[in-house]
């Protein structure tokens, strides 16, 4: 099932929450800076040993202080204008969330609205990719709940447009 709520992802008790990281996984400010400060140095200290991650990719670590039992770090693409393959990118992501989590058999996710903020990914367009993606692997069974946490009542609308249409 997929939904759309307004919230803060760090408050999910889910499988997995996923993170808008960079591909440092070294931590940041937005969702990155909140994530890390709600897990705590073990989070960080984990990412060390990963060796970053490139962009429309995922990392799969323990969530430490967080409700939710695991972060899965994924890197979007910044935009540049969508002429330099930001979508195929972003899509990435979301496949490659979906893929580490029939991998490892977790059945609840919520996602940020990946490259929407500091990578300035424009809304609409990231949400029907974001949204068709993550209905598509629903149906084929890579996991089975997602929630779409949106920080502000505009991703909340967009969410919620793209989920009922
Ligand atoms: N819970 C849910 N969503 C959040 C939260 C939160 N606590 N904080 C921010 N967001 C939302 C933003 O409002 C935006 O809609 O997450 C979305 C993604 O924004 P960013 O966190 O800025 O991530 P992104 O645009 O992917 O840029 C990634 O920013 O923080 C750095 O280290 C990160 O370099 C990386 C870059």
Redesign the pocket.
């Known amino acids: 099932m997929l939904r759309a709520e307004r919230?803060?992802?760090?408050a999910y008790d889910v499988d997995a929450i996923v993170n808008?990281?960079?591909e440092s996984l070294l931590?940041?400010?937005?969702?990155?800076?909140?994530i890390h400060r709600a897990a705590g140095p073990e989070l960080l200290a984990f990412c060390r040993g990963l060796g970053g991650c490139p962009t429309g990719s995922a990392r799969i670590t323990p969530g430490f202080k967080l409700k939710a039992r695991h972060v899965i770090h994924t890197v979007?693409p910044i935009w540049y204008g969508g002429r330099t393959g930001e979508d195929e990118a972003l899509e990435s992501c979301y496949r490659a969330v979906a893929a580490l989590s029939r991998e490892r058999g977790l059945g609840t996710l919520a996602l940020?609205?990946?490259?929407?903020?500091?990578?300035?990914?424009p809304l609409a367009r990231a949400t029907r990719i974001a949204v068709a993606t993550m209905r598509e692997r629903l149906a084929a069974g890579d996991f089975w709940s997602a929630v779409f946490?949106?920080?502000?009542d505009d991703?909340l609308a967009a969410y919620r447009g793209e989920l009922a249409g």
């Open positions: 919230g803060d992802i760090v808008a990281a960079n931590g940041g400010g937005g969702v990155d800076g909140a979007g940020p609205a990946i490259s929407t903020g500091v990578y300035r990914f946490v949106c920080f502000s991703a």
